[in-house]
């Protein structure tokens, strides 16, 4: 993938990453949203040394998750400090994965369509709700 503004939609679902109710705060959660185009779903790809950060056009905050996991459950959240990410081209779109966990994915939860369903971080099971689109905003 290219550096440039995008819409990152799930495989399975159509849904696309959202910034919850478009707050600006630190530690907002992302989850998934049936799309809108507000600037909420855009993101920005930059390089950042060989891996990309991914930059929410409406808030100038990253993707982000934890450093250590150690929850059960762990979401990705929004932070003003950038994070790292592997983007690996697969039979249908994309997996995303934290450089510093490559065996982990961005994962929609259950592959649930439903707005505002979680979005974290899983082990990959090469299923359809680990793999995203990046479509050009």
């Not at 440039?4 to 495989?11: M, P, Q, R």
């Not at 996991?69 to 790292?84: D, F, M, N, R």
């Amino acid at each position: 993938v290219s550096p440039g503004t995008y819409f990152i939609k799930n495989v399975m679902t159509g849904t696309v990453v959202d910034l919850h109710a478009s707050n600006t705060a630190e530690g907002t959660v992302i989850d998934a949203y049936h799309y809108v185009g507000g600037n909420n779903q855009k993101v920005d790809l930059s390089g950042y040394g060989q891996h990309l950060i991914i930059r929410s056009v409406h808030s100038n905050s990253y993707i982000w998750v934890p450093y250590q996991l150690h929850a059960s459950e762990i979401l990705t959240k929004s932070s003003y400090t950038p994070q790292q990410w592997d983007i690996s081209k697969v039979d249908r779109g994309f997996y995303i994965s934290p450089v510093q966990y490559p065996e982990y994915v961005l994962d929609l939860f259950h592959g649930s369509d439903v707005n505002h369903a979680k979005i974290g971080l899983w082990k990959n099971l090469h299923a359809d709700n680990h793999k995203w689109y990046f479509l050009p905003a």
